[in-house]
């Protein structure tokens, strides 16, 4: 039977999913012991407009390859917290663009050493050539996606 010759150690996406979601859980739970009100989601959302303030959403939503009406629901979040604002375009009234607030800055300063001192204690007993290698290996395969979707972009997904 071909379940049977699934086995989950030899999945790559299985694999992939799992650390995911033990980076994901983990975070969570660091965010929380630090009080940080907001979810790794929300955070993920939030990241590129530090360094890209005012992207609109529709290029937010091709940098964390999700579908527009989560996004949506990630920056309305976001924007009840006070920590990005939306304009709608002048020209076109169905282009927002979002721009992060001072306490959205003040939030992603804050919680930048708690990702780092997350990602670095999930992965401290694995050889680092290995993690470089796991990482060359897991660039290459999501590499070709983000060029598709950014394609034609001049910043970096």
Same mark, same amino acid.
């Given at each position: 039977m071909l379940l049977e010759r699934l086995n989950p150690k030899e999945s790559m996406g299985f694999l992939a999913w799992k650390v995911s979601r033990i980076l994901t859980n983990d975070l969570a739970a660091q965010f929380s012991q630090a009080g940080v009100k907001?979810?790794? !989601?929300?955070? $993920?959302? =939030?990241?590129?407009?530090?360094?890209?303030?005012?992207?609109?959403?529709?290029?937010?939503?091709?940098m964390l390859l999700q579908e527009k009406t989560g996004?949506?629901?990630?920056v309305t979040a976001l924007e009840k917290q006070g920590l990005v604002r939306r304009n709608?375009?002048?020209?076109?009234r169905r282009?927002?663009?979002i721009y992060i607030? !001072?306490?959205? $800055?003040? =939030?992603v300063d804050f919680?930048?050493?708690?990702?780092?001192s997350s990602r670095d204690r999930l992965v401290a007993h694995v050889n680092p050539e290995?993690?470089?290698?796991?990482?060359?290996?897991?660039?290459?395969?999501?590499?070709?996606?983000l060029d598709a979707?950014?394609?034609?972009?001049?910043e970096p997904c």
């Open positions: 907001i979810t790794v !989601e929300q955070w $993920r959302a =939030l990241l590129p407009t530090y360094s890209l303030d005012g992207l609109t959403q529709g290029r937010l939503c091709e996004v949506s629901r990630l709608a375009s002048k020209e076109d282009v927002k663009f607030t !001072e306490a959205g $800055r003040e =939030l919680t930048l050493s708690i990702v780092i290995e993690l470089a290698i796991c990482k060359r290996v897991l660039w290459k395969i999501v590499q070709p996606y979707a950014c394609v034609s972009q001049e």
